[in-house]
């Protein structure tokens, strides 16, 4: 039986890796796969002008996908743990779709009070991954659960160099994995999360919101398969300035001067 578990734990190892192998050589004789641009949830006006949500139907993937360490659920009311798995399960699928081929890892919920609010680190093996946060701060802020829905991209992500970018960052190297994070909350969360309009002062290099929201313009008006790309470039190999230019022709100084001359709206 404990055989059998291992050889199976192999074979799914083996299987993930064979995915994320599979697509990188893809995307080099570009016939990368068509990747499905999926928002879970519908805003309607009801007649008497009250916006309301339809739930859409979804599977409860955090049954099969989410482990909650026991201090998470001693931690919060069973409400908020209740909501929890329902963020998991509403906005995973999507997530693991967008940024990872479809490719699911176990998620585990733990508590670290030492941070801010939540990180994502690794898991026991690669199959897993897990993601911390502060319960002061969440038992407080209850309206900020999308900031679990960024440390689920993160756990979607798992880049070829996480020290790319550094040269050219003052946020250490982080300023695209955590631009890309802040993207995949704000196309991908339900939650009222918003992204700060373009000013004079900012660089692309600001990180979270501000690199959010001008991936989020690229893929508006320049390429809206820009970020799909990006990401994946980000998989398959190391970063350099390049990845700009092989997905729209232009370097990356190029398009924020465009981003910086536009109107700056997005939709
Ligand atoms: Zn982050």
Redesign the pocket.
Known sequence: MKKAKILLFFLTALLLTGVLVFFCHASADSSAPALTETIPFEVTTAEDTVVTVEKPEYEDLSSRFLTMEKVVVEAFPESMVTALSNNFSRVYATLAEYFNYGVMYDIVYTIDEQTSAAYQTGGRNDLEKKIAMNASYFRTNRNDLGALT??LT?AMQSYKDSKYGAANSANGGSWL??GV?DFGRYTFDLSSFSLPNYSADQKYTDSYRVTARFFLWLNQNVDSTFLEQFNEGLKCEAYTAQLFVKITGKTVDELWQMYAESDHVIR
């Open positions: 960024h440390e993160h994995t955590e994070a």
